[in-house]
């Protein structure tokens, strides 16, 4: 589990045993017991298997894709990949590859509703790029965690310059959200529209061998 989900969970559950200590009425109790519940649920942190292999890209979060999309960027063309997380999907964001952290960078924004099309320029964001070494050596994948309606805080907890592992936790972001995932244009992408995917365990795309641009 996450720690602010201990933070949250007890410090309603100690809010819970004062009101029913004063009041000596369980019902002032329910509201903060099913919140503390609710937090120390929603901060979970399971465990996943992360895939082997050469050139494999995962998913940096869990949630349902909902675009796929060729775009023009600055450097070229490249393929994004967006992915809502409601308010009941796990929040940890994970490393796509493994490499070196060569950009973080935090953007202050809006709190557009997660699904809109827009949110992925306009809203708070933090934009991260990693270049991939060992068995994903040549890549270049940028992950975005965007806040949502509900999200207000986007936690990241490397530096550039540090090294991460595919499918690594990187940060999180608190309730519902959104992940954008730049690949390269000549990446296989492996997930399609109104599928879930699970972070740091479901493959969104794979590079073809010998072409990593």
């Given at each position: ?20 200590w ?33 050139g ?31 308010v ?11 490499g ?8 202050t ?69 959104r ?18 995917v ?16």
């Open positions: 589990m996450v720690r602010d989900g201990y933070i949250y969970g007890f410090s309603l559950l100690v809010v819970a045993t004062a009101l029913f004063f009041t000596g009425a369980w019902v002032w109790a329910v509201v903060p017991v099913l919140l503390a519940a609710f937090f120390l649920w929603f901060f979970r942190d399971p465990q996943r298997v992360i895939p082997s292999g050469t494999l890209i995962v998913s940096p979060g869990d949630g349902l894709v909902t675009e796929t999309v060729s775009i023009a960027t600055p450097n070229g063309p490249r393929q994004r990949i967006s992915i809502f997380l409601s009941f999907d796990v929040h940890v964001n994970r490393s796509p590859i493994s070196i952290l060569s950009r973080v960078q935090y953007q924004g809006k709190y557009l509703n997660a699904m809109n099309p827009a949110s992925a320029d306009q809203n708070e964001q933090n934009i991260v790029t990693v270049r991939g070494d060992g068995a994903d050596e040549g890549i270049e994948v940028t992950f975005k965690q965007i806040a949502g309606l509900l999200a207000r805080r986007i936690v990241f907890n490397f530096d550039e310059g540090q090294a991460v592992a595919r499918g690594q936790r990187v940060g999180l972001i608190k309730f519902g959200s992940v954008d995932v730049i690949l390269p244009a000549a990446a296989e992408i492996r997930v399609k529209v109104g599928q879930a699970k972070g740091g365990a479901s493959v969104l795309a794979a590079m073809p061998q010998g072409d990593r641009t």
